[in-house]
T-cell receptor, first 117, second 109 residues
Framework: GAVVSQHPSRVICKSGTSVKIECRSLDFQATTMFWYRQFPKQSLMLMATSNEGSKATYEQGVEKDKFLINHASLTLSTLTVTSAHPEDSSFYIC?????????????FGPGTRLTVL | GQNIDQPTEMTATEGAIVQINCTYQTSGFNGLFWYQQHAGEAPTFLSYNVLDGLEEKGRFSSFLSRSKGYSYLLLKELQMKDSASYLCAALDSNYQLIWGAGTKLIIKP
């Protein structure tokens, strides 16, 4: 089956620093990856859609200059939270669409728990 | 607007059957997914329906009625490990997933 990895799984940083999260599709190529944020006891909130070789598409209300997305290859997308603040503390999850499948299933990474002090 | 509705929380007994309902309103429709999410973990795929009817996969089954904008996830022979949140998500005309808020399922012995 399709496997998606995320690194790091957990990160604690000081306010004002930047944090980079990597999302990799391990056994398939993904032209499209998605970045979600999930606050406690809430559902997934799509932040942006990352397309290989082009600019990401951000959802309304998500600051593109704060959440930098780079999808430089068919197996890697990165999310950089710049100048992180405590309110950015959340569970960040990426997913990748396996283009081989006809029904566009998204495979999820294990998530990254970010805590900003 | 686009909207997914599912109950916030349900409680069931170990060994029993539970049905989690989901209604959706989307711009176009390209299928409906059910995901399971344990606390602190990412969602895992359970099922996908795009045609009307029931899809059975072991203890879990999923049903779809496109005309009614309705789906349900049926869990049989409940086990304690089934305690989790169950997320309903519809794929719209742009192939973007529209997520429900999730149903927290509590299994009691």
């Amino acid at each position: 089956g399709a496997v998606v990895s995320q690194h790091p799984s957990r990160v604690i940083c000081k306010s004002g620093t930047s944090v980079k999260i990597e999302c990799r599709s391990l056994d398939f190529q993904a032209t499209t990856m998605f970045w979600y944020r999930q606050f406690p006891k809430q559902s997934l909130m799509l932040m942006a859609t990352s397309n290989e070789g082009s600019k990401a598409t951000y959802e309304q209300g998500v600051e593109k200059d704060k959440f930098l997305i780079n999808h430089a290859s068919l197996t890697l997308s990165t999310l950089t939270v710049t100048s992180a603040h405590p309110e950015d503390s959340s569970f960040y999850i990426c997913s990748a669409r396996d283009n081989r499948l006809s029904y566009n299933e998204q495979f999820f990474g294990p998530g990254t728990r970010l805590t900003v002090l | 607007g686009q909207n997914i509705d599912q109950p916030t929380e349900m409680t069931a007994t170990e060994g029993a059957i539970v049905q989690i309902n989901c209604t959706y309103q989307t711009s176009g429709f390209n299928g409906l997914f059910w995901y399971q999410q344990h606390a602190g973990e990412a969602p895992t795929f359970l099922s996908y329906n795009v045609l009307d009817g029931l899809e059975e996969k072991g203890r879990f089954s999923s049903f779809l009625s496109r005309s009614k904008g309705y789906s349900y996830l049926l869990l049989k022979e409940l086990q304690m490990k089934d305690s989790a949140s169950y997320l309903c998500a519809a794929l719209d005309s742009n192939y973007q997933l529209i997520w429900g808020a999730g149903t927290k399922l509590i299994i009691k012995p």
